[in-house]
């Protein structure tokens, strides 16, 4: 690894100037994904800011019934958070979804949101990739490619966004708040992560030295069901081959409202839109379900070893859906 | 060893005794715990964070050691498996568990899964759920642990040996 100087920020404005005071600095939150990558060399920075201590620990209700997750916010104790357990089940879930209880502990709110793909390709200097180094191409379109997206991937890069957490956050329309030298602005969750295209570097909408400070989730009535499902190679333990995170309320036999989001299936977190709008106002049944979660593959672009991921998600997605109109309440 | 752009003197408390060491910033919590302090319980098995061989306790909570830069780490209390056993020297009960039912083989993995089994039993008394946890469960009660639970509890930690079903015991036995 290379040396590096250690810095550790008091204030949000202290850390983002010791950012833009030392070019090739990075946040350090929990570290769980950025030392393991400077271990591998794939990331090099000369200074660490430490941002784990700043006073960014809590999560809130506001007045007006929305959450704010600070962004140090350690997933385990997000996950366990009653408010969280009781008005938005699916981002429980999906952080317990997500690795072991040991780096569930150190692992950020900030920094879930910020890791980068588990591509071995990417974590590999040996080997071509262009999200790591623009241009050098791309190992895995014609390499080992199981893990890989089925949706809205690019001829440079085919990686998956690894988090479980932002599948269940787009899924909640939550909304990213950013600080940087510039200021203050938030970023629909759903729009913070990019597809690839020609900028495979470019994971998210996050401006160099911008500092992710917290996740505001918008009201939600206790007992609005959402469930998140993944399904993986182990048990536990393991990153998504694919994954649905769904949010139904059923009022008189009929979509009232509806949220789909995938994950493991593309470079973000997909909301499925087309299902949703397919779905909004009609009847919650097997057929609908169907016709919708078809519609909205209907944009899958399988690779040469990853179509069974086109219907295991449309199945995981299709299972959660029937689940939580089952137990819809009939008000 | 002095301190200069790359190297920081740091106050860590492990298992209740107070040490002043000057550590490399690159330097993790388990190489520092292992190569400077000479508390080898914590093992170097991937280094990468998917093993659970070098778990310790930060703070009371769980935390795999090899992903923690011991710089960040400053005035934090940590207890290693060297650090578990009772004020007259008796062991653990999860570590009394192990040993009865021979929860181990070759028992590289041992010191974590023990660590790890202490903070999984304080997760689920002050009822953090699980994946397998029913989402109905109240909030505010300590979740019970079955095999479901202790097995996705401690999925982090893997036993090459496979001795899984002899350290559920171990851990079923402590959480009754």
């Known amino acids: 690894m290379k040396p590096f100087q250690y810095l550790r920020a008091r204030t949000v404005e202290e850390a983002t100037t010791l950012y833009a005071d030392h070019p090739g600095a990075r946040y350090l939150g929990g570290g769980t994904n950025l030392v393991d990558l400077m271990k591998q060399g794939v990331e090099t920075p000369g200074t660490l800011v430490d941002v784990s201590r700043l006073p960014l620990g809590e999560v809130r209700e506001l007045p007006d019934g929305s959450v704010r997750i600070g962004a140090m916010v350690r997933n385990s104790d997000l996950a366990a958070h009653p408010l969280v357990r009781e008005r938005y089940p699916v981002l429980s879930q999906a952080l317990l979804a997500g690795a072991s209880g040991q780096l569930r502990n150190a692992a ?38 199981r893990d890989h997206a089925i949706l809205g991937h690019s001829s440079q890069c085919i990686a998956t966004h690894p988090s479980d957490m932002a599948v269940a956050l787009a899924a909640l329309d939550a909304q990213v708040e950013l600080h940087g030298r510039q200021g203050e602005r938030t970023v629909a969750a759903d729009a913070f992560h990019r597809l690839p295209g020609d900028r495979p570097d470019q994971d998210t909408e996050i ?125 | 060893m002095a301190t200069d752009a790359f190297r920081s003197d740091v106050r860590l408390t492990v298992n209740g005794t107070v040490h002043e060491v000057t550590v490399d910033h690159r330097s ?20 990468h964070g998917q093993c659970g061989a070098c778990t310790v306790l930060v703070e009371g909570r769980r935390v795999n050691s090899c992903l923690l830069l011991a710089v960040a780490h400053e005035a934090d209390e940590i207890t290693t498996v060297e650090g578990l056993h009772g004020p007259d020297g008796d ?37 953090s759920p699980s994946y397998v946890t029913d989402p109905g469960t109240d909030p505010a009660a300590p979740v019970g642990l079955s095999r479901d639970e202790i097995r996705e509890r401690m999925s982090g930690n893997l036993c090459r040996c496979g001795a899984y079903p002899h350290i559920v015991e171990a851990v079923e036995d402590v959480a009754r």
């Open chain 2, 28 to 47: 993790t919590l388990l190489d520092v715990l292992r190569e400077q302090l000479g508390l080898t319980g914590a093992k170097k098995g991937c280094d």
């Open chain 1, 108 to 145: 950020t709110t900030g920094g879930n949101l910020l890791q980068r793909t588990r591509c071995p390709y990417f974590q590999d200097l040996s080997k071509p990739c262009n999200k790591r180094a623009p241009g050098s191409g791309c190992g895995a379109r014609e390499g080992v490619h």
């Open chain 1, 207 to 331: 401006a160099p030295g911008e500092l992710v400070t917290g996740v505001l989730l918008p009201p939600a009535p206790a007992g609005l069901p959402s469930a998140y499902r993944k399904a993986r190679d182990r048990a536990s333990y393991a990153f998504a081959l694919a994954s649905a995170a769904v949010v139904l309320s059923v009022e008189d036999a009929r979509i009232r409202y509806v949220r789909i989001a995938f994950g493991g299936v593309a470079h973000r977190p997909w909301r499925a839109r087309r299902a949703e709008e397919a779905l909004l106002g009609g009847a919650a049944d097997d057929a609908a379900f169907s016709r919708a979660l078809r519609a909205e593959l209907a944009a899958a672009e399988p690779l040469r070893d990853n179509a069974f991921k086109v219907p295991l998600v449309r199945n995981l997605a299709h299972d959660v859906l029937t689940r939580l109109a089952a137990a819809a309440p009939r008000h």
């Open chain 2, 91 to 127: 062991l653990h009960p999860l570590q009394r568990a192990f040993l009865d039912r021979d929860a181990f083989q070759c028992g590289y993995c041992t010191p974590g899964q023990i660590c790890s089994a202490v903070g999984a039993l304080a997760e689920a008394a002050a009822g």
